[in-house]
Structure formats: structure tokens, C-alpha cells
């Protein structure tokens, strides 16, 4: 619905209505103020989401060099996960493309989990032990952000496409919110093949 056809609906509802004038305003304020909460929600729960992945970028520098010392031959995958931290952090980045350097990144650190599996040495490592487990905790903390995220654009998504609240959102150009979808990598089955080097 565009803008001109929401304005036009809302002043024949106004006319129609004028016998109930005192009505018709409240309600339209309890509209807009309900579309404001639900678009502050997802603001909120994105802000969290991001908490959690800037936690998980800082995280990564003391893992890479914790790894690095005794993995050299996982070199490459090192660097990418470095590329992508660094690409994360670029302010012009859209929603859509963090979401997917995240799920990317979050794959690759995975990679890296699976990996320090042949490693006994590095496993043993305290330092290596707690950093792993820091990460992991870090991981569940973003999937819990990421779901209240989505739930919170379901709602506000919701409300931008049901009638009368969609005639408010075509006034104040409300958009639908993208959601944090897992990439298709994070999809696709393990291959038990390559988790126990069978």
C-alpha cells in the first residue's frame, strides 16, 4: 500500500467515523504507538545480536593465536576467518551481507573446533580448553540473540501487513525486516566422514 492510498483510507475512515470522533484518534494512536514498540523490539534484539557477535569477534584474535602456534598447515582457514572479522567491522556492511559473513564466520570456527580434534596437545592446553569453551558458551548466547531477533520480526512484520495497522505503517514507511537465517553450509548435514577423520 503506498502512501497516497493509506492517506485516502484513513481520512474516509475518519469521515465515517466522525460521529465517533473521540474513538477514532486514540485508536489510531494505540496503532502507531504499537508499530513504534514493535520496530524498537527489533532494534533491541538486533542490538543483542550484535552484543554477542562483537563478542565473538573478539574472542577470535585469542583463539587464532592460540590455534596458530601448533596448526600451521590449517593456515588458510586461519586467515579467512581474520578476512571476514575485519570485512564484519566495515560500517557500510547491509543487514543481509553481515548476517551472511556471520553464518559464514560461525562455520568456519566450527572448521576450527573440528579440526583441534587432532590436535592433543592444543586440546590439553588450558588456556585452549577455556578459550573453546568461552566460544561455545559465546555460540548458544548467539543463537538465543538470533531467536529473539527473528521472533521479534515476526511480530513487527506481522503488524506492518495486517489491516488497520498496515494503513499506519504505509504512513510512517515501515518495511519489512530481514530475518538471520542460517546460511546453507549451516544446513547441510555433518559429514560424520570428516568430523572423526574416517
Known sequence: MNKFTAIILLLLLIL??????????????YLYNSLV????????????????????SDLIPN????????MTHEKDLLERITEIRTSINNPGLTSEKRFELEN?????????SVNMENYPELKSNE????????LNETEEQISASRRMYNA????FNTSIQ????????????????TYFEASEQDKANPSVKNLFGV
Do not use: C, W
Request: proline share 5%; no cysteine.
Open 16 to 29: 465515517v467515523t466522525f460521529p465517533v470522533f473521540f474513538i477514532t484518534i486514540p485508536v489510531l494512536f
Open 37 to 56: 514498540k514493535k520496530n524498537n523490539q527489533v532494534d533491541f534484539a538486533f542490538s543483542q545480536v550484535d552484543v554477542m557477535l562483537k563478542k565473538r
Open 63 to 70: 583463539v587464532i593465536a592460540a590455534v596458530n602456534k601448533i
Open 104 to 112: 559464514e564466520i560461525g562455520s568456519l570456527l566450527g572448521q576450527v
Open 127 to 134: 588456556n585452549m580448553l577455556h578459550l573453546q569453551r568461552t
Open 152 to 155: 521479534a520480526v515476526v511480530a
Open 162 to 177: 495486517s489491516i488497520p495497522t498496515n494503513m499506519i505503517a504505509a504512513l510512517s514507511s515501515y518495511q519489512p525486516k
